[in-house]
């Protein structure tokens, strides 16, 4: 019996969703009012004269495929459902329904994607498919979260509320109606309060809840807004049915003649059916066994005339899904021969250049051996004489290419290795000419002059024991040695030119750092052109940092300057190249050659160690050599 005391509810429901968005951007303007006043028109003569809504229909729907406005259409297929609902024609306002819902996804129009599945969702609810009403309305509240139109949350919550009462869950039932009214509440929509009231009050009588019954009907006669006849009707049952359980004969007889007389005024089946079964009980109580059986016939009447519209449109809507399915079947089907035959023609197509391509080579491997023979013939003389010569030059060549290779790497030692030191004297020097030092700065300067002389004069040996041992090719003697060690006595070499720039020398060195296996005088040329190249491009008053990282079996050496850095486009060359390298000028005006990190890379592949340069223009370099462990 529940289920026809929502009809009334449905109506206003569809009524309020049936505002059209018409796009203005794309027609002109009297294409847009024109189509928007025959839809009021179709919605207005739905109710009394259906045909003539049907032709307002036909007209807006034919003037929205003119100006080719899929979103106009849209508007025109689903105030279309709405029409042929309130007429009872579920089967054709579901077709209308959907077809909207499809245009609308096309347009991206989430408004009315949500509003054409409330249609549906309505149509499924008055057959009794509840489950899958609560289904569609739940779509529809997360459309409205997502687009933030939370007032039009209310009507649906309403929606879900006489589906969970037609399931007997009463508790969900009265949540979603709390939520519509505290919306109601917030966004002041009068006839959502009615609506509530009037459920709300259905509610408390499923619930045995007479007197709050009473109560929430009430509420709906007595509101400020006067109710529509339909709310009038749903308020005055729900007030007899609750009299009666409270043995309020009297009162119960008054608002049940009140509920039959607002029905057969809207000559709803629905409501006619359930208020004539409501006065057969009340008459029965009363003892009028007369106008009870009067009363209990005309609800059964209404009942058969119910059952029979509902049945037909059941089987309508269900012929309606199988097309459907039928019709999504054959498409799938379509597809999936459509795909089949497209990888068919890829694979006719793929064997043809296949086939073509195997031809192709096959010629050319033809082609090419048949050369290969003449080739061959010729060659074979010719090179029997060309590798007598061959032999005789390459003995020559290797002979030559040591001496210079010796003669070349000696001195690019002798002038990288020198320039330092000498570079530190000069320096001193300079200050001593400039005479701005006073006599006890003079003492440290002669002392540190006489070091800077004795440490040269070590380095100079050391060169040239190096390369005394080199006169027969480059060899490589590597030993274990203690590299920050060894790199503490390079920065003392240098620690005068880096006071003459106050440059800091921060030497972060580690205790327990393994020994390295390198050759010595390999190191100290290594050593002397990094440290030399980073005090040279780092600015004045800057810092250098000198850290290690131990990784398995690697020592890791990281110079870090903070300097003028190296552009993008050379440092992928400073990478590659083992070959000599423009220097550029460093911040105090510096010059060199260019050898001295080709040296280094050299020297560094030799002991099987490795160089990594990182750099940001403007913020300095980072050099990082990569030793094995002397215990490896």
Not at 361 to 379: H, T, V
Not at 593 to 615: H, I, P, R, W
Request: charged share 25%; glycine share 4%.
């Amino acid at each position: 019996m529940l289920f026809y005391r929502k009809i009334a509810f449905i109506i206003v429901c569809l009524l309020l969703l049936s505002t059209s968005v018409l796009p203005a951007a794309v027609l002109q303007e009297d294409n847009n009012e024109q189509i928007e006043q025959l839809l009021e028109e179709s919605q207005a003569l739905a109710y009394d004269n259906f045909s003539a809504a049907l032709l307002k229909l036909q007209e807006a729907y034919d003037l929205s495929k003119e100006v080719e406005d899929n979103l106009l259409t849209a508007e025109v297929l689903y105030t279309s459902g709405w029409v042929y609902y309130v007429k009872g024609k579920y089967q054709e306002s579901l077709i209308h329904f959907n077809e909207g819902l499809s245009l609308f996804k096309q347009q991206d129009a989430q408004k009315g994607v949500a509003k054409s599945l409330i249609g549906t969702g309505l149509v499924i609810q008055a057959i009794d498919r509840h489950k899958e009403a609560i289904a569609l309305f739940e779509r529809v509240l997360a459309i409205y979260t997502t687009i933030k139109m939370p007032e039009r949350k209310a009507p649906t919550y309403i929606n879900l509320a006489i589906s969970y009462i037609e399931l007997k869950n009463y508790i969900k039932a009265q949540e979603a109606l709390n939520l519509a009214f505290d919306l109601a509440n917030q966004y002041d929509l009068e006839q959502i309060k009615h609506h509530y009231h009037n459920k709300a009050g259905e509610v408390a009588f499923q619930t045995g809840q007479y007197q709050a019954a009473v109560k929430h009907h009430l509420a709906v006669l007595e509101h400020a807004i006067e109710p529509n006849d339909w709310e009038k009707s749903y308020a005055h049952a729900g007030l007899a049915q609750a009299y009666l359980k409270l043995n309020a004969i009297s009162k119960a007889e008054f608002h049940g003649l009140e509920a039959l007389a607002f029905a057969e005024g809207s000559e709803s089946l629905w409501e006619l059916e359930r208020n004539t079964a409501i006065l057969a009980a009340v008459y029965a109580a009363k003892g009028a066994s007369e106008e009870a059986y009067k009363q209990l016939k005309e609800s059964q009447k209404y009942r058969d005339s119910l059952y029979d519209l509902k049945t037909l449109q059941l089987v309508n809507i269900l012929q309606l899904e199988e097309k459907e399915n039928e019709n999504k079947r054959l498409t799938s089907e379509v597809a999936l021969k459509e795909s089949e035959l497209q990888v068919t023609r890829w694979q006719l197509i793929g064997l043809v250049i296949l086939a073509l391509l195997l031809l192709f080579i096959l010629f050319l491997l033809w082609k090419n051996n048949r050369q290969k023979e003449i080739f061959a013939k010729e060659l074979a003389q010719k090179n029997k004489t060309i590798e007598h010569n061959q032999e005789l030059i390459l003995k020559r060549n290797i002979a030559l290419n040591k001496i210079n290779a010796n003669k070349d790497k000696f001195f690019a030692i002798i002038s990288h290795d020198l320039r330092a030191p000498m570079l530190s004297i000069k320096q001193m020097l300079d200050l001593v000419e400039q005479g701005v030092l006073d006599i006890a700065d003079s003492k440290n300067l002669e002392h540190e002059l006489k070091m800077q002389v004795e440490k040269t004069l070590v380095m100079i040996d050391n060169l040239l024991n190096w390369s005394q041992s080199q006169l027969d090719g480059i060899l490589v003697k590597p030993i274990a040695i203690d590299l920050p060690k060894t790199v503490a006595e390079i920065i003392e070499i240098h620690q005068v030119s880096a006071d003459f720039k106050n440059i800091a020398i921060i030497h972060k060195a580690v205790a327990e750092i393994p020994l390295i296996r390198v050759d010595s005088g390999h190191l100290s040329v290594i050593l002397h052109n990094l440290i030399s190249n980073a005090i040279k491009f780092t600015y004045e008053g800057k810092k250098i940092f000198i850290e290690y990282r131990i990784t398995p079996n690697k020592v890791n050496l990281h110079i870090r300057d903070q300097g003028m850095g190296i552009a993008q486009d050379k440092l992928e060359p400073l990478k590659q190249t083992q070959e000599q390298i423009l220097s550029s000028i460093g911040t105090a005006m510096e010059t060199g050659t260019g050898l001295g990190l080709m040296l280094v890379k050299q020297f560094l592949k030799l002991n099987d160690a490795q160089l990594d340069v990182q750099s940001t223009p403007g913020e300095g370099s980072e050099f990082i050599l990569s030793f094995n462990m002397a215990n490896r």
